[in-house]
């Protein structure tokens, strides 16, 4: 990734976690979940609106560190207005580039692949925060499941 890249990718995770977006209360919520990471003490909550298996709206409330606050952030902006399906499909793009060691980023064309959501791909390089940037995503998961309404990433 050029020096340049990183740069906005550091950008763009700072401006989500100084201004996260969909930090609303929702009335009425059809889903809703809470997430833990007893380690560091991340926190997220997601409450979703629900029309058929799309999300109409999301919003995220929480306290943790930068990557898990900001990963919240660009989820939400990344998943509203699409279904489950589109959903799953989101969450598996970004696990593999959470997860594996071939790029699932296109250096020659940042973002094409997972949006704003890129700006992730950095963590890999330290595992321990993997769980942190992960955190929303599993938090997510149980929303959408409707399973439970806690999830911890210990």
């Known amino acids: 990734m050029a ?5 906005l990718y550091k950008e763009v995770i700072l401006d989500h976690y100084r201004n996260p977006r969909n930090r609303a209360e929702i009335r009425d919520v059809d889903r809703h979940a809470d997430g ?3 380690l560091c003490g991340d926190k997220v909550a997601v409450d979703l609106v629900l029309d058929g ?13 930068s990557i898990s606050q900001a990963s919240a952030s660009l989820m939400s902006e990344a998943i509203k207005g699409k279904t489950f399906e589109e959903i799953a499909r989101l969450r598996q793009l970004f ?7 071939d790029p699932i980023v296109d250096p020659e ?6 949006g704003e959501l890129e700006a992730l791909a950095g963590v890999k390089a330290f595992p321990v925060r ?16 409707g399973t439970a309404d806690q999830v911890t990433t210990d």
């Open 3 to 7: 020096v340049g890249l990183d740069n």
């Open 130 to 145: 993997i769980k942190c940037a992960s955190l929303p995503w599993a938090t997510l998961d149980v929303a959408i499941s």
């Open 53 to 65: 298996n799309t999300v109409s709206q999301i919003a995220i409330k929480g306290q943790g560190c």
């Open 36 to 38: 833990n990471n007893p």
């Open 109 to 114: 064309r940042p973002g094409a692949i997972l």
């Open 95 to 101: 696990t593999t580039m959470m997860t594996s060691e």
